[in-house]
Every structure is written in structure tokens, then in C-alpha cells.
């Protein structure tokens, strides 16, 4: 069945570091990549997403690159920030035309001051 | 411009009792998803509803039903209760025809003893 690989499980970097997760993806249907972030308490919260059609994207300090081939998709944050310490989901659509999101098993990031 | 609304927030249930959750969409939404968040664990699909119709189904047993009110809002109800039921009960909604990027409301807590 689909599946969602997502490591590493937990991160700490220093504030002013950069971190990066990784994920693959297991569905060669899938086109469609959202990443969220999930503060203690709340919902998730789409911070960027990614078409199948394009091979990276980028908005301020967050981007986010796809590799089609390998099945491999990545978040990138720089100068992280205590504010970004939260747990990080990725999650890629089941098959195509479908709106319906595997998620991965979550990275919990903790940036230190 | 309120966001996803979901209540109760909290709730604990007996095992084979029943449960309902409620979910209001963001406004101007009109198609709500479903998903189970078990703790440690990434969000998982249980169904989404669209004019008033399950369109799309994970993975979860008949005891797991929904409903969509002609005002776009949507109940979740879990019959015959397992301990194994107990999660993070999340409603996401977005727009039919914009649908990629969920709009997540905060989750249901729901503790089966």
C-alpha cells in the first residue's frame, strides 16, 4: 500500500542553523507534496506545498525540493528560529486527481537559543 | 475570518458507546475531510465529504460514518467504541475547486476507557 517515510523522527539545531527532513513516497501516482507544522495543542498548519510538476519551491526562509525519480522530497528552514520548534509532517496525495493525504510519521524539531 | 471550528475539544467515552464530533468548515470552504491523529503518529484519512456526499474513503471500519449539512459542516460519528479508538480527531476543509492545501481546525480529543 502507499506509505510516507519521514526522518529524522526528532532535530535539534542551533538557533541560526539550518534543518532539513527528508521523506519518500511509495505511490509514483502521487503529485501533490504539503508540508505542516503542528504546534502542542492545535492542528496542523500548511506551511509550504509542492506540485508534482515542479522540482523545487521556496518562500522566505522555507523551501521545499522534489526528486520525481527517486521519490524523495525534503524541507529545508534556515535561520531557524525558537519559534519554528514544533513537529513537521509531510504528506504526499494518494494517486492522482485524489485529495486525500498519507502523512509521514512527523520530525520534532527543536531549535535552541 | 473565523478558521476550521471543531468541538467538543475534549471528551472521554466508555468503550461500545457511540460518539459524534462536529466540525464547522472555514468560511467560504465546502468540502471537509476527516482524519485520525493516534499519539506520536501523522494524521490519517478517514473520509471527505463533499455536497453533502462521502466522495472519498480511507482505510477505517463502517463504525466510522459522516455526515455534511447543506451548510457545509460535518459530523464524524464512531459507534461500538474501542480503546484503540482513541486519537486526535482532526476535520480539515477547502474548496472543491481550489482543493489542494487543507485548512486544519484544532482536533477533538477523544479518550476511550
Known amino acids: 500500500g502507499e506509505n510516507v517515510e519521514q526522518h529524522p523522527s526528532t532535530l535539534s539545531v542551533q538557533e541560526g542553523d539550518s534543518a532539513v527532513i527528508k521523506c519518500t513516497y511509495s505511490?509514483?501516482?502521487?503529485?501533490?507534496f504539503p508540508w505542516y507544522k503542528q504546534e502542542l495543542g492545535k492542528g496542523p498548519q500548511l506551511i509550504i506545498d509542492?506540485?508534482?510538476?515542479?522540482g523545487e519551491k521556496k518562500d522566505q526562509r522555507i523551501a521545499v525540493t522534489l526528486n520525481k525519480t527517486a521519490k524523495h522530497f525534503s524541507l529545508h528552514i534556515t535561520e531557524t528560529q525558537p519559534e519554528d520548534s514544533a513537529v513537521y509532517f509531510c504528506a504526499a496525495s494518494i494517486g492522482s486527481g485524489t485529495y486525500k493525504y498519507i502523512f509521514g510519521t512527523g520530525t520534532r524539531l527543536k531549535v535552541l537559543a | 475570518d473565523a478558521g476550521v471550528t471543531q468541538s467538543p475539544t475534549h471528551l472521554i467515552k466508555t468503550r461500545g458507546q457511540q460518539v459524534t464530533l462536529r466540525c464547522s468548515p472555514k468560511s467560504g470552504h465546502d468540502t471537509v475531510s476527516w482524519y485520525q491523529q493516534a499519539l506520536g503518529q501523522g494524521p490519517q484519512f478517514i473520509f471527505q465529504y463533499y455536497e453533502e456526499e462521502e466522495r472519498q474513503r480511507g482505510n477505517f471500519p463502517d463504525r466510522f460514518s459522516g455526515h455534511q449539512f447543506p451548510n457545509y459542516s460535518s459530523e464524524l460519528n464512531v459507534n461500538a467504541l474501542l480503546l484503540g479508538d482513541s486519537a486526535l480527531y482532526l476535520c480539515?476543509?477547502?474548496?472543491?475547486?481550489?482543493?489542494?492545501?487543507?485548512?486544519f481546525g484544532s482536533g477533538t480529543r477523544l479518550t476511550v476507557v
Open positions: 505511490d509514483s501516482a502521487s503529485n501533490y
Open positions: 509542492i506540485r508534482s510538476n515542479v
Open positions: 480539515a476543509s477547502s474548496l472543491a475547486s481550489a482543493p489542494y492545501g487543507y485548512t
